[in-house]
């Protein structure tokens, strides 16, 4: 019963410690919450939306002008599109628009407060100088100038507004808004760093993100964050502005290629159509010949027909002949133009060029989101590569026809022109030159043409993209800090951190912490337990005969008597597995209590090896057991008298070089039998169990084997020590003795040694506990802080 009641306060001292510490860190978690909350910077989110013509989606522009062309992709995938408003170059082309060159902020006492300008005056930089990025420059306005400090550089004087500070990394002057304003706030401090364009254009790529409104829709959502929201709406709204600007130009690129093709070949046709006209008139002027007769008219249509079909032949073999110098340039990655543009009608080589210029668009968009390597670029560089193939082997054939074409038109031609040799000769040279004038006419209007539908197109392009809801200030709502979760993240931080902390604590802890650490491991009994020794003096039984330390000395005694039945000499064997554990105060504190019970005791120092007895009686160590067993003293030379009355003892002596061997001698087992005869008790002080086997031999000739272990130092391994040494008898009697228990109890009243083997006389009983605890003693030991 009395063992219960000590082990159920001793718990609830526990629980009452660690709420303590639970309720200690809730408050510490919600005090660092209410800073974050009351310290950070609010953050921003802004959010604007755009529509994308997806390749589902209709038309909302006027696309299909010019059906045949086949020069614009009519759609766009979403996904791609998401990709190529978060890629680099949109975000670099949107912050060189911006006005960011420069981040301000104004200084507080504990926090800086960003700023998307200043009211009170602005920085001009000169650009024709090298700006160091990211240098804080320090301004604190005054009413005729300002304080500049530059940090790193030890930079620190006044300058007047509108002059220019200069030095090797930066140049600017500080220009005020308005002199009023910077004097009524000249105590105002601010600073101010030059932003890099790659840094800019990273942080707002981080920023920036790209959402679908709806899974099946092609509206997307664009949104950014920051403690500036004015900053965010502009860099959204030039962002979309970029994107749509972008998608234009991408998309005028064939008509402009297409405009710069019909030019080169109009510069050719022009003069050659200057040429003959001008010829044409000077011989009608000339010959007085205005019109040609009926047969030379007939003639006349039918080879300026056959001169027409030439020249459209003509300019089929320029594209063909365009495209085969385009192939042969692997590198070249531009979009083709279109056959139709030249009056190419060939069906298979229409399909061709479509699919080449619909799988160079993918890759330009997958360039803009992936990375170099990425398998779906691998799979449409192949399929670019096997249309390539295909490509120069159709063109190959269209030139081999083309060829076959030019050549029957020229039989065709040759046989009109016999024709025409029959007629008069001013009548024939009319033809011809009617004929030349005829052609080149008809191919400079059908480029004209040509020219006209491509500019058209142009004109009447229009974005695949459009704004629905522009980025505005009632777009913008705060995302952080975020108040009652940074409240609720600190209580469960400070339930976990104390929480993890035990289990932590308990999980890797491996000494032996209290009684349920030794039941749970060992069979061997528990003999008793001795309390935390807080005073100097290692003779607690002596000093303070009524404390409670002597007391659990005495339960240890009237333990042992339950051991030692008979009535004859007891010899008590005690050690433990390293030294510190308290083996030689436990001997000398049980041979004092025996010696005080009227009881004839001897205290022997057996370790040999590292001696401390004579340390604790204050006594020199120059004879003692060693002496004895080598033969240069006898027992009566070596017994030694001590303050107490019925207590001797015996040095361990000089350390010997073979002390495992002196134990072992015949000399050793007379010793044994002469003081067996003398005393009622004798107690061996031994070495450790755990280094040297000494204790093990001194078994044989013990009649009580006691195994100290300390809390909280020992180690649990040591119990299977304890274990191996019972379970193969090499310590027979054997039980365990807890030292240096720290046992919270009362505080002014008696402490619960012994679980269950102490006595409970009153509070006034032990002299060494009527001292009072101050409160703070007394908090700080609930929390167990002080022992």
């Not at 300058?159 to 009023?180: A, Q």
């Amino acid at each position: 019963m009395k063992e219960e009641t000590v082990d159920i306060k001793k718990y609830l001292w526990m629980i009452l410690r660690n709420w303590f510490w639970f309720m200690a860190s809730i408050i510490v978690g919600l005090g660092a919450a209410y800073i974050i909350n009351r310290y950070s910077d609010p953050i921003y989110r802004v959010s604007m939306t755009i529509m994308i013509k997806s390749d589902e989606g209709s038309n909302y522009g006027n696309n299909n002008l010019i059906d045949g062309f086949n020069l614009f992709q009519q759609g766009k995938k979403i996904e791609n599109e998401m990709a190529v408003i978060k890629s680099y170059d949109l975000t670099r082309r949107t912050i060189e628009e911006l006005d960011f060159d420069i981040s301000y902020f104004g200084l507080g006492r504990i926090r800086e407060r960003p700023k998307y300008n200043i009211n009170e005056f602005f920085v001009e930089l000169d650009t024709s100088h090298y700006q160091q990025p990211n240098v804080p420059v320090y301004i604190a306005p005054k009413p005729h100038g300002y304080r500049v400090s530059i940090e790193g550089m030890e930079v620190k004087k006044m300058m007047n507004y509108g002059e220019f500070f200069e030095n090797e990394y930066l140049k600017f002057r500080i220009i005020p808004r308005d002199s009023n304003s910077v004097m009524s706030t000249s105590h105002e401090q601010y600073y101010f760093y030059v932003n890099s364009v790659e840094g800019l254009t990273a942080q707002y790529r981080r920023k920036l993100s790209v959402e679908k409104t709806t899974e099946e829709g092609s509206v997307l959502m664009l949104s950014s964050s920051g403690p500036v929201p004015q900053k965010e709406i502009d860099f959204l709204n030039a962002l979309a502005s970029v994107y749509i600007q972008s998608g234009l130009e991408d998309k005028n690129i064939i008509a402009e290629n297409t405009i710069e093709f019909i030019d080169e070949q109009l510069a050719g046709i022009a003069d050659s159509l200057m040429h003959t006209e001008q010829n044409l008139l000077n011989f009608r002027l000339n010959n007085d010949i205005i019109n040609i007769d009926q047969e030379g008219q007939a003639l006349f249509a039918q080879i300026e027909e056959l001169h027409s079909k030439k020249a459209q032949e003509i300019v089929h073999r320029k594209y063909y002949k365009y495209l085969k110098t385009y192939l042969s340039d692997p590198d070249n990655q531009t979009e083709l133009l279109a056959p139709a543009l030249v009056g190419v009608q060939d069906n298979g080589l229409v399909s061709l060029v479509g699919q080449i210029n619909q799988l160079y668009q993918q890759r330009q968009t997958l360039q803009f989101s992936t990375r170099r390597g990425n398998p779906k670029l691998d799979l449409i560089d192949e399929q670019i590569a096997s249309l390539h193939r295909a490509l120069i082997e159709n063109v190959s054939n269209l030139m081999k026809k083309s060829d076959m074409v030019l050549a029957d038109l020229d039989e065709r031609i040759a046989e009109v022109n016999s024709e025409i040799k029959k007629l008069p000769v001013n009548e024939r040279q009319l033809i011809n030159i009617q004929r030349k004038f005829n052609l080149n006419d008809n191919i400079y209007t059908y480029l004209l043409e040509k020219r006209a539908e491509a500019g058209i197109k142009k004109a009447s392009n229009v974005s695949d993209a459009k704004i629905l809801d522009k980025a505005r200030p009632s777009s913008v709502y705060m995302v952080g800090p975020k108040y009652k979760m940074n409240y609720i993240m600190g209580i469960i931080i400070g339930i976990m951190v104390p929480l993890i902390i035990i289990l932590l604590r308990d999980f890797f802890n491996t000494r032996i912490m209290d009684k349920k650490d030794i039941e749970d491991n060992t069979s061997v009994p528990m003999l008793g337990v001795v309390g935390h020794n807080a005073s100097d003096s290692e003779f607690v039984v002596k000093d303070k005969p009524k404390s409670a330390m002597a007391e659990s000395f005495r339960s240890v005694k009237t333990n042992l008597q339950y051991i030692l039945l008979d009535n004859k000499t007891k010899i008590i064997n005690i050690t433990s597995a390293v030294s510190g554990e308290g083996k030689t105060f436990s001997s000398i504190n049980l041979a004092a209590i025996m010696a005080l019970s009227n009881k004839k005791t001897l205290l022997v120092g057996l370790d040999l090896r590292k001696p401390k007895l004579h340390v604790e009686f204050q006594m020199e160590n120059n004879i003692g057991l060693s002496t004895y067993l080598i033969g240069n003293h006898e027992i009566d030379d070596v017994v030694m008298p001590t303050p107490i009355d019925n207590l001797s003892v015996i040095l361990s002596g000089p350390t010997p070089v073979n002390p495992a061997q002196l134990i072992e001698t015949e000399r050793f087992e007379q010793f044994i039998k002469v003081v067996r005869e003398r005393y009622d008790y004798i107690i061996f002080d031994t070495p450790p169990a755990a280094l040297v086997s000494d204790s093990v031999v001194l078994a044989r000739y013990a009649d009580a084997n006691i195994f100290v272990v300390r809390q909280n130092y020992s180690n649990k391994n040591v119990l299977e020590l304890i274990n191996e040494l019972h379970n193969n008898n090499r310590l027979p009697n054997m039980s365990i003795l807890v030292n240096d228990v720290k046992t919270k109890g009362y505080y002014g009243g008696m402490y619960g040694y012994g679980y269950g083997y102490g006595y409970g006389y009153g509070e006034n009983y032990y002299v060494d506990d009527k001292k009072k605890v101050s409160f703070k003693d007394k908090f700080l030991f609930l929390l167990n802080l002080k022992k």
